[in-house]
Nanobody, 115 residues
């Protein structure tokens, strides 16, 4: 059974930082492409950052230069370091993994950025 469990969300002031973690189990993490998505109230879920099994990354234009995605295959964990946070970054952040042709999702962690 594949499980993705996010942690690290919370309330932070604008300009602050948070680091999200996503612990994966039930899959071969080192060959799984991973990503972080977010969904703000009334908006569609959008890709924030992704990392391939080889370590290549891509980011949404809105977070380039502020967010960094990384992975630790020894810990089966993917991270999202978020710096210079803005109120518009407020959303539920979801971890996603693509493995054996299927997409898996965590339950999400709330990030709230106050102005």
């Amino acid at each position: 059974q594949v499980q993705l469990v996010e942690s690290g969300g919370g309330l932070v002031q604008a300009g602050g930082s948070l680091r999200l973690s996503c612990a994966a189990s039930g899959l071969i993490f080192r060959i799984t492409a991973m990503g972080w998505y977010r969904q703000a109230p009334g908006k569609q879920r959008e890709l924030v950052a992704a990392i391939t099994r080889g370590g290549s990354t891509n980011y949404a234009d809105s977070v380039k230069g502020r967010f960094t995605i990384s992975r630790d295959n020894a810990k089966n964990t993917v991270y999202l370091q978020m710096n210079s946070l803005k109120p518009e970054d407020t959303a539920v952040y979801y971890c996603s993994g693509s493995w054996q042709g299927s997409d898996y999702w965590g339950r999400g962690t709330q990030v709230t950025v106050s102005s």
